[in-house]
């Protein structure tokens, strides 16, 4: 029950490494196993990346980078869609962030134009009861040639102290904030991206892409899509589920 808690003390990982060593032990070494169940164990933990498989073999591993278990950010194909990926790494010498409570709000809009441009919003509950701050660094991954217009928590604006790069073929932001224990905080964002349809077009397809970052919860996830009036869809444009693994959303337009 207090496991939680021994990890944040365990500054130098020899924890996780022993329990590590005695679950592998525990799984491949006894009689009587039920392989069936050890199987679905793995692929459920694969899917949600809650499990990253790395081999030195580089057939093998080109497979599990196709598939994505390798947790890193799909690069860009010649079939080009919407994504955003979000990973946090705690920053200083006391790190926390396994007690962060998440929520994210997407919403996506496509003008009268036929540009793409969206809002997120996502909050955050510091739920230890160490009396840690955390503070976060956030790598917000977006399609190249897409810019934030806005990125702020409350009063604070985010963009005076943010970086940005080109990383796995993305646009990646880079800000870093606080969250003092018990404290709720949202972070906004607004920005655009390098896509822009054709609405005159007899059919539209969008696809949004939402990459899980490793080992995180699968915390709620809510996006919704408005669109113009001239165009029309039996796709769902308001889905509430959770991050708990990788998201793909298509919606199909017609005129």
């Given at each position: 029950e207090n496991?939680?808690?021994?990890i944040d003390?365990?500054?130098d990982h020899k924890?996780?490494?022993?329990?590590?060593?005695?679950l592998l032990?525990?799984?491949?070494?006894?009689?009587?196993?039920?392989?069936?169940q050890?199987?679905?164990?793995?692929?459920?933990?694969?899917e949600s990346?809650?499990?990253?498989?790395y081999f030195e073999?580089n057939?093998?591993f080109s497979?599990?980078?196709a598939?994505?278990f390798?947790?890193s950010i799909?690069?860009?194909s010649?079939?080009q869609?919407?994504?955003?990926?979000i990973?946090?790494?705690?920053?200083g010498?006391e790190?926390?962030?396994?007690h962060?409570?998440?929520?994210?709000?997407?919403a996506?809009k496509i003008?009268?134009?036929?540009?793409?441009?969206?809002?997120l919003?996502v909050g955050?509950i510091?739920?230890?009861?160490?009396?840690?701050s955390?503070?976060?660094r956030m790598?917000?991954?977006l399609p190249?040639g897409?810019?934030?217009?806005?990125?702020?928590s409350?009063e604070?604006d985010?963009m005076?102290d943010?970086t940005?790069a080109?990383e796995?073929?993305?646009?990646v932001y880079?800000?870093?904030?606080?969250i003092?224990p018990?404290?709720?905080?949202s972070?906004?964002f607004?920005?655009s991206?390098?896509?822009?349809?054709?609405?005159?077009a007899d059919?539209?397809?969008?696809?949004?892409d939402?990459?899980?970052?490793p080992g995180?919860?699968?915390?709620p996830l809510?996006w919704r899509?408005s669109?113009?009036?001239?165009?029309?869809?039996?796709s769902q444009?308001?889905i509430?589920t959770?991050?708990?693994k990788?998201?793909s959303f298509?919606v199909?337009?017609?005129k």
């Amino acid at each position: 029950e207090n496991l939680n808690d021994v990890i944040d003390r365990d500054k130098d990982h020899k924890l996780i490494s022993t329990l590590s060593n005695k679950l592998l032990n525990e799984i491949f070494f006894v009689p009587d196993l039920n392989w069936p169940q050890i199987v679905n164990w793995f692929g459920t933990g694969v899917e949600s990346k809650n499990i990253l498989v790395y081999f030195e073999n580089n057939r093998i591993f080109s497979y599990l980078l196709a598939e994505g278990f390798s947790g890193s950010i799909p690069r860009p194909s010649k079939d080009q869609f919407d994504l955003l990926s979000i990973f946090e790494t705690a920053e200083g010498e006391e790190k926390s962030s396994i007690h962060l409570d998440r929520r994210l709000n997407l919403a996506t809009k496509i003008d009268n134009q036929g540009n793409i441009s969206h809002s997120l919003k996502v909050g955050y509950i510091n739920a230890n009861n160490l009396n840690i701050s955390n503070r976060l660094r956030m790598r917000m991954y977006l399609p190249a040639g897409s810019r934030i217009i806005k990125a702020s928590s409350g009063e604070i604006d985010l963009m005076k102290d943010s970086t940005s790069a080109i990383e796995y073929g993305r646009l990646v932001y880079s800000f870093v904030f606080e969250i003092r224990p018990k404290e709720q905080k949202s972070l906004t964002f607004e920005y655009s991206t390098p896509f822009k349809f054709n609405l005159h077009a007899d059919k539209i397809n969008y696809r949004l892409d939402i990459i899980k970052q490793p080992g995180t919860s699968p915390d709620p996830l809510e996006w919704r899509i408005s669109y113009p009036e001239s165009l029309k869809t039996n796709s769902q444009t308001n889905i509430i589920t959770d991050w708990g693994k990788d998201r793909s959303f298509v919606v199909e337009f017609t005129k």
